[in-house]
């Protein structure tokens, strides 16, 4: 397994898009389209250009998992696009873990103070997984930044490094 940071291969894009779509709309049908993700097709320029970046995990060159990192202003940055294949998650491989730890070090090594994300109320699994890595729940007011993202109802997070 390999984690790197996205590099333009429209192989490895059309393989994001199948994790995202599986992740979202599959597992957890949440029914979002993927015009209403059109950073996934601009990811050099959405993420990497603006000081923050995407990762994608690799299993036999096949795209397993992903995360990224987009910076709002010098000192808050959202967690997005976070997904794994089922498979990945917990015993042998820690994906989420890996990917988070990938995340989390970028963060600090480039001097973020906070980390904020969205995350739909109804993925439950997700809520304990950052609760369990230190984000606390915030209101809409607390978030204090704007940025896009398709709303189902979800839960924001803060995360102070």
Same mark, same amino acid.
């Given at each position: 397994?390999?984690?790197?940071?996205?590099?333009?291969?429209?192989?490895?894009?059309?393989?994001?898009?199948?994790?995202?779509?599986?992740?979202?709309?599959?597992?957890?049908?949440?029914?979002?389209?993927?015009?209403?993700?059109?950073?996934?097709?601009?990811?050099?320029?959405?993420?990497?250009?603006?000081?923050?970046?995407?990762?994608?995990?690799?299993?036999?060159?096949?795209?397993?998992?992903?995360?990224?990192?987009?910076?709002?202003?010098?000192?808050?940055?959202?967690?997005?696009?976070?997904?794994?294949?089922? !498979?990945?998650?917990?015993?042998? $491989? *820690?994906?989420?873990?890996?990917?988070? =730890?990938?995340?989390?070090?970028? &963060?600090?090594?480039?001097?973020?103070?906070?980390?904020?994300?969205?995350?739909?109320?109804?993925?439950?699994? !997700?809520?304990?997984?950052?609760? $369990? *890595?230190?984000?606390?729940?915030?209101? =809409?007011?607390?978030?204090?930044? &704007?940025?896009?993202?398709?709303?189902?109802?979800?839960?924001?997070?803060?995360?102070?490094?």
């Amino acid at each position: 397994m390999n984690i790197q940071s996205y590099q333009t291969d429209y192989h490895h894009l059309a393989e994001l898009v199948d994790l995202i779509n599986y992740c979202q709309n599959i597992e957890a049908n949440l029914g979002i389209k993927m015009a209403e993700q059109a950073d996934i097709f601009n990811i050099e320029n959405y993420y990497q250009k603006t000081g923050g970046n995407f990762w994608v995990a690799l299993d036999k060159n096949k795209v397993v998992g992903s995360i990224a990192l987009l910076p709002i202003d010098n000192r808050t940055a959202v967690l997005k696009k976070f997904f794994t294949y089922p !498979s990945y998650r917990g015993e042998p $491989h *820690h994906l989420g873990a890996k990917l988070y =730890a990938n995340l989390i070090t970028f &963060a600090t090594d480039h001097h973020f103070e906070r980390i904020v994300l969205d995350t739909p109320e109804a993925e439950h699994r !997700s809520h304990i997984f950052y609760e $369990h *890595h230190g984000f606390k729940q915030i209101t =809409a007011k607390d978030l204090q930044v &704007a940025y896009p993202y398709p709303d189902r109802h979800s839960r924001l997070y803060e995360l102070t490094l």
